[in-house]
């Protein structure tokens, strides 16, 4: 009955205290030999009040199941970035702070799947790896190549990221999306 709360992830929806949480963020805290426990930063699926509760390593918690379904990101308005669903073609909004760090890598047209609760969304998972344009980056200086030497540039989301000197403005590279590490560079 409920996963431990040491097994959470971001974009579940959990039952607590008789509400539906959607999970932020959180984090596992083991303070020495206290017992340790879960932070959890919640918004309430009803009200939309961001919360921040602590929870016991040892308790159970239930998890509710999410509908997924096929979407691709169209484009940003505002604070919102619209998504469209692929096979009803209805289109519909998540703002900035539900997006979390997925927001560096999106751009349009971009394939995602969007998990639903009761026909609302409530986040969205993207795939492992995306490739992207680099708009800014500093030329390479003669003499780096004997060592690992990184530079940071900018990519066409405005996300930053360190990768190898020879990388130039206009070459594309793939990006992992789950730490925002430079994979390699991408002929696509």
Known sequence: MGIPATEVKKGMVIDLEGERWLILDFQHITPGNWRGYVQLKLRNIRTQATVQKRVRSAD??????QEKKACEYLYRDGKNYVFMDTESYE????????LGDNVHYLTP????VVTFLEEVATGIELSAAVVLEVVEAEEAIRGDTATNVKKQVVLETGHKVNVPHFIRKGDKVKVDTRSGDFIERSNA
């Open 109 to 112: 047209n971009t394939p995602c």
């Open 91 to 98: 289109q519909f909004h998540l703002d900035e702070e539900m």
């Open 60 to 65: 159970k918690i239930d998890d509710i199941f």
